[in-house]
């Protein structure tokens, strides 16, 4: 197999990109380089590119995203797109996810689980926002809509308690207030119908 190109890489000039017969592989050190015999021109035993590849690049690899997944929580999307960024092959990348989820070092169920149980507890906002954001992060809608429909999301509570605190004991607004107020429950993702409900009870909370 020939190396036909060598070339430093951008994110991390420690080390370079190794194309084999014009297709990138993988990145090395020049010291693991000049140890494999790795230079441009020269031909490699398929032995030896597979050793590096399996041994030595893999192992990075999943060190890389072990690390990454260590202090937080992470969908599969975001650690494809962290060993992406540090320009680990294709086959690479798929080969450590696959570790990832047969471990359950990332599951995307239990995370779209724990970030809905926290998105409630400390900023709610309406299930729809909430599939949304789980979506923008790489959870699959299926995945997405079964965590939803498990957990009781009480839209109008949670709409309520924002106007309270919000309106900080002022009620009923006026209508600049009234106008911000129902701004502000629009971006949490709450529909007109539970946002009406809302003030109705407030209204009603005063009336009693």
């Known amino acids: 197999m020939l190396v036909t190109k060598v070339v430093p890489q951008k994110r991390d000039i420690t080390k370079y990109?190794?194309?084999?017969?014009?297709?990138?592989?993988?990145?090395?050190?020049?010291?693991d380089m000049e140890y494999f015999g790795i230079k441009e021109g020269k031909e490699v035993p398929q032995d030896t590119i597979s050793f590096i590849q399996k041994s030595l690049i893999y192992v990075q690899a999943q060190d890389v995203a072990l690390h990454f997944i260590g202090y937080k929580m992470r969908?599969?999307?975001?650690?494809?797109?962290?060993?992406?960024?540090?320009?680990?092959?294709?086959?690479?990348?798929?080969?450590?996810?696959?570790?990832?989820?047969?471990?359950?070092?990332t599951d995307d169920r239990e995370y779209a689980k724990r970030y809905?149980?926290?998105?409630?507890?400390?900023?709610?906002?309406?299930?729809?926002?909430?599939?949304?954001?789980?979506l923008q992060r790489g959870i699959a809608e299926g995945i997405c809509q079964e965590v939803l429909d498990e957990t009781h999301v009480s839209e109008l509570g949670d709409a309520v308690r924002w106007i309270e605190r919000k309106a900080r004991g002022?009620?009923?607004?006026?209508?600049?207030?009234?106008?911000q107020l129902y701004g502000f429950l629009q971006r949490k993702g709450y529909s007109y119908g539970v946002i009406k409900s809302a003030f109705q009870e407030m209204d009603e909370q005063v009336e009693n």
């Not at 992406?84 to 070092?105: D, P, Q, R, S």
């Not at 002022?170 to 106008?179: F, G, H, M, R, T």
Request: hydrophobic share 35%; glycine share 2%.
């Open 17 to 31: 990109n190794i194309y084999i017969d014009g297709e990138y592989v993988f990145a090395l050190h020049p010291q």
């Open 75 to 105: 969908t599969e999307k975001e650690v494809r797109q962290k060993l992406e960024e540090k320009e680990f092959a294709e086959e690479v990348v798929e080969e450590v996810i696959n570790f990832l989820c047969k471990y359950k070092y």
């Open 116 to 134: 809905i149980k926290e998105r409630l507890r400390l900023n709610p906002r309406s299930a729809y926002a909430l599939r949304m954001e789980l």
């Open 170 to 179: 002022q009620w009923p607004p006026d209508e600049k207030k009234k106008k």
